[in-house]
């Protein structure tokens, strides 16, 4: 199985508004709505952001938001704070009954 | 509140067996949910390894199929990992974490990771 394509760095001034691309295909996140986006800062365990493409766990800031279209699904940072800069990740069940990830998108904030 | 907590060898040697154990607690694993191993290669991206259901059923990665066997003790509230035959490709930060949905999805919370390095 292929990893979901998702661009290798984003990049946004304090305030602003970033999107991070996640595109899979029929097999996967096309298909199924069990898409979720987790961060990860340096050294540390990745943090479940969104799941299920558009719901955000308790804790975590509205700042967040996930959308999908076709076989493409997004994470949208809005506001963005010196905070966000992180590594995040995407990821999608698939029709063999695995999971796979995304290859990581290194957000930095200007 | 649940908490995972990695545990096992931080050094293998090549061709050998990497074991690894997941000790749950704040929640008893019989309860429910899949269980799940995820790795992540120094500087690199995330990898699903396998999950396991409450119950003993297993899912793996394709790719690691043929090397991987995760089963669950629910008297210890424990699930473990073996990877067979590594190489230096295995090098990895081993996480364990819990499926917090009724297939296999999403992971939350996760344990803090365990690095172990494939070398002679």
């Known amino acids: 199985q292929s990893a979901l394509t998702q661009p290798a760095s984003v990049s946004g001034s304090p305030g602003q508004s970033i999107t991070i691309s996640c595109t899979g295909t029929s097999s996967d996140l096309g298909t199924y709505n069990y898409v979720s986006w987790y961060q990860q800062h340096p050294g540390k365990a990745p943090k479940l952001m969104i799941y299920?493409?558009?719901d955000r766990p308790s804790g975590v800031s509205n700042r967040f938001s996930g959308s999908k279209s076709g076989n493409t699904a997004s994470l949208t940072i809005s506001g963005l704070q010196a905070e966000d800069e992180s590594d995040y990740y995407c990821?999608?069940?698939?029709?063999?009954?695995?999971?796979?990830f995304g290859g990581g998108t290194k957000l930095t904030v200007l | 509140q649940v908490q995972l907590q990695g545990s096992g060898p931080g050094l293998v040697e090549p061709s050998e067996t990497l074991s690894l154990t997941c000790t749950v607690s704040g929640y008893s694993i019989s309860s429910g949910y899949y269980w799940g191993w995820i790795r992540q290669p120094p500087g690199k991206g995330l990898e699903w390894i396998g999950s396991?259901?409450?119950?003993?059923?297993?899912y793996y990665n394709p790719s690691l199929k043929s090397r991987v066997t995760i089963s669950i003790d629910t008297s210890k509230n424990q699930f473990s990992l073996k990877l067979s035959s590594v190489t230096a490709a295995d090098t990895a930060v081993y996480y364990c974490?819990?499926?917090?949905?009724?297939?296999?999805?999403?992971?939350?919370?996760w344990g803090q990771g365990t690095l172990v390095t494939v070398s002679s």
């Open positions: 974490a819990r499926d917090g949905s009724a297939t296999l999805n999403w992971f939350d919370p």
């Open positions: 990821s999608s069940y698939t029709d063999s009954n695995t999971l796979i």
């Open positions: 396991i259901f409450h119950s003993g059923s297993t």
């Open positions: 299920d493409v558009s």
